[in-house]
């Protein structure tokens, strides 16, 4: 599968992996009992030059796309899906960013991206509607050189850690139709921000997921992204992608880390009345060769849809769409096969198998959802629009 990758990318693949085995692997079960946001991970990346995934070369970035998000989320999620999440956040929110940057824009958010010295993050999700992030119903109002914006976000990952926002809003002067809406690009610490009470997840446990209330925050007018109202297009053609590849690889990730933690638990376990070693039982060789199975089919998903994704392809989307909620449930699936097959110390309170489990099981509620995204696929694939 890797014949796919560039060379640049396999260089940063082992570049995430020597990170990964010396910072952020030996924390990621601290992150996962505290509730801590993963900064050591993020430092790390962010010495390491990561930071910039996503921005252009000639800001000083690595220019990558689909494809080298979904195999770095994936080398992280391996080894510390939270960690994983916020990055992939992070070069989520950088891509949209990059996607219509202004002069201006490109020197305050994405050279400083790119040096590391930067962390951005998307805000879109709100409680009233839900799953339906595209439907913001946060308002954003012109008020001379600035926009005041109102409303609550939900859900927030990196919040309070990030240093921008990628804030969603609706015009409201009761003319915008459904779907139009603005993205502004709010910094920290702007008057009129307020965290609400840190959420603690089943699983993704250091993601510091939170809500944010904006009322009257006063955003200069050069931050807006884009033309005012026309983020259909940013949802479609930046935010869904860069977010489906970020999330498909992290799962894909816990998906081989369960692999991993039942071939390690199957070759070295051995009865003490028999001497018999557990990989010698039939029904669990059986189990192991599905595992594999499910994880190889699910990586060539990923890889192909965000190698079509990369080139442009018209016929990427169903692939695109069908990929996260085929790693996600391929992760839950595989957490819980190797729970079954590790035994009684995975099925412990906190094991690492059991994290797996609960960080997988994030993939099916985090928008789009498995649901929504296999009715999107099933429609793109019918010649239906998504919405
Ligand atoms: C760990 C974590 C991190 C997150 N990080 C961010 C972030 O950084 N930024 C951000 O903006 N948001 C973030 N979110 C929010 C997330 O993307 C979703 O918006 C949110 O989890 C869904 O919200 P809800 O509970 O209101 O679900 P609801 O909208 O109530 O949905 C409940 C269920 O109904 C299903 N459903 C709803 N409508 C349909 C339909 N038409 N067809 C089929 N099924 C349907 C959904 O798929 C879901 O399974 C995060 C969420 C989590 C859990």
Known sequence: MDHFLSPKLVSLRSTVEELTARVIMPNADRVDREYIWPAHSMQAL???????????????????????????????GNACPSSA?????????????????TV????????????GEHITTLALSESGSGSHFYLPETTVTLDGDHYRINGT?????????????????????????????????VDKDTRGMEWLQPWRGFGMHGNSSRGLRLQDAAVPRTQLLGEEGDQVWYVFEVVAP????????TYLGIAQAALDAAGEHLR???FSHSGEALRD????????????TSVEKTRSLVREAARRGDMGD?????????CKADAGDTAVKLANDAMTICGGMAYGENSRVSQMLRDARASHVMSPTTDLLKVWTGRSLLGLPLL
């Not at 070369?57 to 989320?73: F, K, N, R, T």
């Not at 850690?161 to 502004?184: E, H, I, L, W």
């Not at 039982?281 to 594999?292: C, K, P």
């Open 85 to 101: 999440l916020c990055f992939g956040m992070h070069c989520v929110g950088s891509a949209v960013i990059a996607a219509k940057a």
């Open 46 to 76: 962010a010495k390491a030059g990561l930071m910039g995934l996503q921005v252009p070369e000639h800001l000083g970035g690595h220019g990558q796309g689909l494809l080298a998000l979904s195999v770095i989320a994936e080398t992280i």
């Open 242 to 249: 860069f977010f489906l590849m970020a999330m498909a690889g």
């Open 153 to 185: 976000k939900h859900f927030i990952t990196n919040g309070g850690f990030a240093d921008s926002y990628v804030v969603s809003a609706v015009a409201d002067d009761g003319m915008a139709q459904t779907g139009d809406f603005s993205c502004v690009v």
């Open 281 to 292: 039982v039939e029904t669990l060789q059986t189990r192991y060769a599905e595992m594999w």
């Open 314 to 322: 018209p016929e990427a989307l169903p692939f695109i769409l069908a």
């Open 104 to 115: 201006d824009q490109q020197e305050k958010y994405l050279r400083a991206i790119a040096r």
């Open 268 to 270: 070295s376990r051995k």
